[in-house]
Each structure stands twice: as C-alpha cells, then as structure tokens.
C-alpha cells in the first residue's frame, strides 16, 4: 500500500494520489474549494472524547494509539471504506495539526499496517 502522510495546509500535487482528509473537525482557515480533497472520511478519524483526552500530549502517543485502534477495530464499515480507496494506488492521508510526528494520520497508517500485517486486508 503506498499510504503519503500530507498537512492539509501544504501545497496538493500530483505524487499526492488520492486525497483523504482523516480529521473530523473541518481544519481552520481552509476552504473547501483550497484544500483539494477527494473524500473527508471524518468517520475513521478519532474520537472527539479521544481527540479531547489526547490534547497532543506527547507522552499519551502510545496510549492514544492503542485506544484509537480500538476505536477503529469497532468500526469495520469505515474502515473498509477507506481499504478499499487504497487499492487503487496512492493515497494521502491529510492531517490539520501543527505536529508532523504526532497526528492522527500517521496512527491511522499505523494502523492499516497492522491490519495489513494480520492479515485482515
């Protein structure tokens, strides 16, 4: 699978593939038109009570991870959604936080990996 981790607020180009906003709240600033997505998959992204404990703390990264796997091994419909968007080639994952080591997107491909490795997909 050929997974790209992008900041939505970053310029889209060509080797971006198809592009997957995978944050549930609508990123500030940013119009609809300017962000260039193809699909806002809020449904995989986390929690809004997971995204309010997190609070990017750092050092609940681990934590957070294990409970948004959680989270989205109880939510097969959407995942499969976005399984099956990552069969036709490249797919970037788009992500509105500040922090490029620490957001959702790069859990979420975490996370497919995983399934990946099980093989779940």
Known sequence: MDIKIKRIYDQADSE?????LVD???PRGLSKTDAKIDLWLKSVAPSNDLRRWYNHDH???PEFKKRYFSELDSNEES?????AHLKG?????L???KEPNYNNALALRDYINSVSER???
């Open 89 to 93: 080639g490249r797919v970037s994952f």
């Open 79 to 83: 995942v499969k959604e976005l399984l």
């Open 16 to 20: 971006d593939g198809f592009r997957i």
């Open 24 to 26: 549930r709240l609508w």
């Open 95 to 97: 992500y509105s936080s």
């Open 59 to 61: 050092d609940k990264w």
């Open 119 to 121: 093989g779940r997909i």
